[in-house]
């Protein structure tokens, strides 16, 4: 039975003395658990070459490599009988870095004129050590990785960084490497089957790299570091991630724990921001993503998803950005990211992993074909039927989650996403029965919203006007017609309270979820934390241009700036046009008026599906004059609402109204000082006392400038609506 062994070592270097992260050892089908090797340094970041020494408990002969390959098989592997020197390696000659593009089976890519590096890409030191005993029986292999930062490598200390170790042959083989085109490609090339007008960026081109499934998932051992402390070190299966993307030069990765392996488990909070619904921390991840970010399309995946991953109707996948390390040699910048599986519902919205049923761009990724034809039978009838009657409609709402339906598509059009919406989309429901108290598990079909590189701007082709001019909701009806969700939501925009309902939450996307402001704080946070990273993983992938490092750098640096004011300029301008498209697509006649809200005292307010940030004291906003809108006031918690003032006065927390001209509302909640704020006879409490002395003020003098604790509202007057905010309280 294969076994998961760990040890605590000693580290001590030079510099300091501290205890190490447990070790973990990888299995090989080949190996026999008979020795327990023992390291004088883990996984980890050190300011200093030092010289690590390997023990074999047992006394055996140890076997080792620093080129990634497996020392049991491996023609580089060493007999240790020394010490090993562990050092900043950049200045070794390129190996891995070294395959480029030449339509051979080991080909990394095709069609891109792909170049290796023609300069030292950054280096740690790997070390792979087996044991080998009197008969010939092996040990484990045991990975790590070791970054000596007195040279370059010391950019990566304040960074989460991901080291991946696997055989070469894994990667680069000609029958078994998962990152090249293969043989298979070869003997393709060389049959009458052979199309060379096929698109290189075709999901069923005859490479490995496109090849999928658990055939083409590899053993590798995987150590990250977060701020230079390594957080996770085990043996996991990997896979080449993505669809027409795994032509590209800088590939993805599917990272799984399995049980086969190791830790069924990667168990460590790798997300930091990243909460279930129930407010809990996400520890355990079955499997995760590598995300490759070549270039800044790339990149705009992880911004867009930021901007609405806060959106609860939606289904989004948090990330963060790493640099990766394949076989000690740096791969790039890539963004850690949460993989759609059952496991990732269970983890996020507490549906026990065999009741998920899911499916990703029409195919089936969890669950039973039944429940993937059921689906896609439903959405097909009812797009053809009457929706405006009232049965027809609710029989919808009954199958699939409105409010996630409405959320995937307001964000769709609004980003302006190119290669969608019948692509890059996903359904999940829970198959097993009603949870109490959890919403999500109520059998609906919800979905899910990824893959949004081609957004705000970026497409395949020349849009043929800015992107923020880009008519969404064209594009979205020159994609009707097929067997996709998108007949059904353009057939429920005939009905009126689907179509108000849709209006409100895009109105609410221009004004809050997707405003200038929103964008320009996100264009910012990359600004400065993406700028210097990004422009390295494309000096390594394509800095083979001409010049000096130096020069590409600064040239990657600009590029990114400019792409980074593009984004800028695309929310400045995008309600202006989107709304306008969305309008004529709708039918509706009305104008955008204008609402300004406040609050007064604890609490906040609920304008349709946005909780707006009010700490300058106001928000303002627009909407279509013949769509409804909700506002509702919720105090906070042991606080109590007092009514509506300005252009409505009511103590109903929940208003539904229409904007048929300009309008001006604050909330008035209980103040931090309310046994003060009202307290109008200054006795320390608030009492019928304070009511009947104000009443009397009053009946001289319709305002009173100079009493400020009767100034319940905040509108700088002390007036009958701060007399009846306060016989309000003293009735409650």
């Known amino acids: 039975m294969k076994k998961n062994l760990k040890i605590t070592s000693s580290i001590i270097t030079s510099a300091m003395i501290f205890t190490a992260m447990p070790c973990y050892y990888n299995n090989y089908a080949d190996a026999v658990l008979i020795d327990a090797l023992q390291f004088s340094a883990g996984s980890g970041f050190y300011d200093t070459n030092f010289e690590l020494t390997i023990s074999s408990p047992r006394g055996n002969d140890i076997y080792y490599t620093i080129d990634g390959t497996n020392p049991i098989t491996s023609d580089t592997a060493m007999i240790y009988d020394s010490a090993v020197t562990v050092e900043d390696r950049t200045s070794k000659p390129n190996v891995y870095s070294a395959y480029a593009e030449n339509d051979t089976a080991t080909s990394i890519c095709m069609g891109l004129g792909y170049k290796a590096p023609n300069f030292a890409v950054d280096k740690p030191t790997v070390v792979r050590a087996v044991s080998k005993d009197a008969n010939g029986e092996y040990s484990s292999v045991v990975s790590h990785t070791y970054f000596i930062t007195t040279g370059s490598l010391e950019q990566y200390k304040d960074l989460t960084v991901v080291s991946l170790v696997t055989d070469p042959e894994n990667l680069f083989d000609s029958e078994k490497g998962i990152y090249v085109t293969g043989q298979q490609y070869i003997d393709w090339k060389n049959s009458p089957d052979y199309d060379p007008d096929k698109s290189v960026w075709d999901k069923d081109y005859i490479t490995n790299y496109y090849s999928r499934g658990r055939e083409w998932e590899r053993e590798a051992d995987i150590a990250i570091f977060e701020n230079g402390k390594n957080i996770v070190e085990q043996s996991v299966g990997i896979r080449i991630k993505g669809a027409s993307t795994r032509n590209n030069s800088q590939k993805s990765f599917n990272i799984y724990a399995r049980g086969d392996y190791g830790a069924s488990k990667i168990e460590y909070p790798l997300l930091e921001n990243n909460y279930s619904i129930n407010g809990k921390l996400i520890k355990k991840y079955d499997s995760i993503c590598l ?231 996100m264009i910012e946070y990359y600004k400065e934390n993406y700028t210097d990273n990004l422009a390295k993983s494309q000096l390594r992938w394509w800095g083979f241009y001409g010049g000096t490092v130096e020069d590409n750098m600064a040239y990657y640096k600009r590029n990114y700036a400019s792409v980074l004011g593009g984004i800028r300029t695309f929310f400045n301008q995008r309600a202006y046009y989107t709304l306008e498209d969305m309008k004529d697509f709708t039918g509706i006649t009305g104008e955008l008026q204008s609402i300004t809200l406040g609050v007064n005292g604890n609490g906040k307010i609920k304008i349709n599906t946005i909780t707006p940030d009010m700490a300058d004291g106001e928000w303002r906003g627009k909407y279509y004059s013949d769509c409804p809108i909700t506002i509702t006031a919720m105090p906070n918690d042991g606080e109590e609402f007092l009514g509506w003032t300005g252009d409505i006065e009511s103590n109903e927390k929940t208003l539904t109204l229409t904007l048929e001209e300009a309008m001006n509302l604050k909330a008035n909640f209980t103040p931090d000082t309310l046994t003060v704020l009202g307290d109008v006879n200054s006795d320390g409490v608030l009492d019928i006392l304070d009511a009947e002395l104000l009443q009397r003020w009053l009946v001289v003098s319709d305002e009173i400038e100079d009493i400020a604790k009767g100034d319940v509202n905040g509108d700088g007057k002390v007036n009958i609506f701060d007399l009846s905010l306060i016989k309000s309280k003293l009735m409650n």
């Open 291 to 521: 995300r490759s970010t070549p270039d800044e399309v790339r990149l705009r995946d992880g911004f867009a998803q930021k901007l609405i991953h806060e959106r609860e109707s939606l289904t989004t996948q948090d990330m963060k950005q790493c640099a990766v390390f394949l076989n000690g040699e740096y791969w790039g910048q890539y963004e850690m990211t949460e993989k759609f599986s059952d496991y990732f519902i269970q983890s996020n919205y507490n549906i026990p992993k065999e009741n998920v049923a899911m499916v990703k761009n029409g195919e089936l990724e969890e669950g039973s074909e039944s429940e993937k034809d059921e689906l896609y039978g439903f959405m097909y009838s009812y797009a053809r039927k009457d929706l405006t009657i009232e049965s027809n409609y609710n029989a919808v709402c009954d199958f699939i989650d409105i409010d996630s339906l409405i959320e995937h598509y307001a964000a769709g059009l609004y980003l302006g996403t190119y290669d969608w919406p019948n692509y890059n989309y996903g359904m999940w429901k829970n198959m097993g029965s009603e949870i109490a108290g959890n919403p999500y598990s109520d059998g609906k079909w919800r979905f899910i919203t990824f893959d949004l590189d081609y957004t705000m701007g970026a497409s395949y082709e020349n849009l043929g006007t800015s992107g923020y001019a880009y008519d969404s909701f064209k594009h979205m009806d020159e994609k009707s017609g097929e067997y996709s969700p998108t007949d059904l939501f353009i057939s429920l925009l005939k009905n009126e309270t689907f179509r108000n309902k849709f209006i409100a939450v895009y109105c609410d996307y221009a004004n809050e979820v997707l405003a200038v402001e929103k964008a320009d704080e």
